[in-house]
């Protein structure tokens, strides 16, 4: 569905099931450079299950119109204000990768609207190499390629996959080549930049579920570790031999694992 938040015309998915008044809402923030799409089994599996849905498009991404937000809170109170567009008072609030930053600080600053929260692919802080960042600045095909590449676990590369017939390298270097100029470089610079997050761990106290991929490449295990043990009321899941590409290299492994949020 299509609203208007902050002005600008916001594609959100709802998992092609219209809301119902009274169900729990599940919200979910897409990673670097991505859209709505890859929550697309997720969402539609959940908004089956009893879930109003909001899979969100952020400003310049997929279907949402509108300027980048380069920074992560800027992300958040975005995210805050979709939440008002499309009449949610609170959520379970999903993010992967940079998209987990984002859901964090939706928690921390906004903690009356999440009634849980669940990071996939996540570390804080998240730092980004320079020859990434720096082939993503001049928006050189490379930056794509080396996160395609990086967020796949060896078993990836080989071809492995949970769901018959899908190509996950080919599927996310598709998804990649279609963001904007720009896009890419925003949203890390955006994820580099987040360093302040971890100081507001304390302010997360509804139930949290950290989903790592035990070959993550992007956000080293130790690093999400590190986060885990500042959140009170935190939980881990470590899904073996998957990397960061959680969303697509072990849809069922993490629907299993966010059913648990319920």
Known sequence: ???????????????????????????????TG?????????????????????????????RSEGELIPTIEGMADWVVQALDAAGQESTIMVGHSMGSLVAFDVAARYPDRVTSLAM???????PVGDLL???????????????????????AHLGGSQVPGIWMLGK????LERSGPGVIYNDLLACEKYTE???????????????????DFMTPIKDAKALAETIPNSRTILIP???HAIVSEAPNDMLDALATLI
């Open 1 to 31: 569905m299509y609203l208007e938040v902050d002005n600008n015309k916001t594609y959100i998915a709802t998992g092609s099931k219209e809301h119902v008044d009274g169900n729990p809402t599940m919200s979910f923030v897409h990673g």
């Open 34 to 62: 991505m859209d709505h799409t890859v929550w697309t089994l997720a969402s539609r599996y959940f908004a089956r299950h009893g879930l109003n849905i909001l899979a969100v498009d952020l400003p310049a991404h997929g």
């Open 120 to 126: 996939v692919g996540t570390s804080m802080p998240m």
């Open 133 to 155: 960042l720096d082939n993503a600045e001049k928006d050189n095909h490379l930056a794509k390629e080396m996160i395609n590449y990086w967020s796949h676990s060896t078993s």
């Open 172 to 175: 996310l270097i598709r998804l």
């Open 197 to 215: 997050g971890i100081e507001r761990s304390k302010n997360i106290q509804m139930p949290t579920l950290l989903i790592l991929g035990e070959d």
């Open 241 to 243: 031999n998957c990397g």
